[in-house]
């Protein structure tokens, strides 16, 4: 998706340069909520303020919600057909192959390296085995990386 | 009355999903679990795994996608008609996109402090890794006795990790899966 956006953004409407748009696209990776939706957001917010924001927003969600809403209303009266059932039965492993599947390259790109792999695997068996809410883990990592900072900050100062 | 509590609750959960919403996609897939599955139970574990398979399908945020699904089939399973399940459909994915609103808002404001601010880097330099934990989690608790009913579903499950390692195309896969589980669960009428 993230191509698209940037054809559409830098070089056909000219709304970003290309810089700008690397720079931008960093910090709505690590904004919460989906990519595109930030990516919209802050298109519309630099070209028209906040009401841009509004509209983009609009824009980038709108297809979705009718195809999700279309399909929600038909699933919903075809799900007890038996041949439905057959065919999501075959459907849900793959679902959770498709998600596991890139875990190790994306592990790559998110810089996980044997040192710090104690991380994710930490973060996984809490949130699977314990059924700690990621709410709490989000939390702790901000707040430790933030702690972390300061103690490296007050380590060189000495 | 019940309607109105049953709005609330929904606009809540999913301010709460899009607030803690770090990574999207897939890190996302524990939190709504947990909230919409476990604590409120508006939908089934396999109810959700077909919402999964369906935002895999289909162009679109998982995120925004879930939201749109179980704001309807939560309000309209209770026993209100289709018109009040397009409303609960509209709460939960307006209520789901306010945090992005308000923090991408404050974000343009800030774009040039925040562009290689430390403290951020810091908090980056643990989140990512954190996030990476979450998809696997995703992962584990989708692969529950709902999900694999036999042997069988492990068998479509080893090969299509193979094949998107490969690079196959995930709605491709999503296809032959289904034409497979046509054939190793025939329908019986």
Sequence with gaps: MIPLIRNEVVNKKLWLGDDEFMDMLALAQSAPGPISLNTALFVGNKRLGFKGSL??????????????LLIAVLFTQFKENPIIESIFKGIRPAVVALIAAPLLGLSKSAGVRLKNIW?????????WLLKISPVYIIMFAILFGISYYLFIKLKMKR | MELMELYISLFLTFLKIGVFGFGGGYAMLPLIQREVVDIHGWITVSDFTDIVAISQTTPGPIAFNSATYIGYTSVTEMGFSTGQGIIGSAICTTAVSIPSLIIMTIISAFFFKLKGNPWMQSSLSILKPAIIGLIAAAALMLMNDYNFIDYKSWIIFGVVVVASIKKMDPILLIVLSGVAGLLLYPPSF
């Design chain 1, 55 to 68: 509209f983009c927003g609009a824009g980038i969600i709108l297809p979705s919600f009718i195809v999700i």
């Design chain 1, 119 to 127: 991380i994710p695997i930490t973060v996984a068996l809490l949130v």
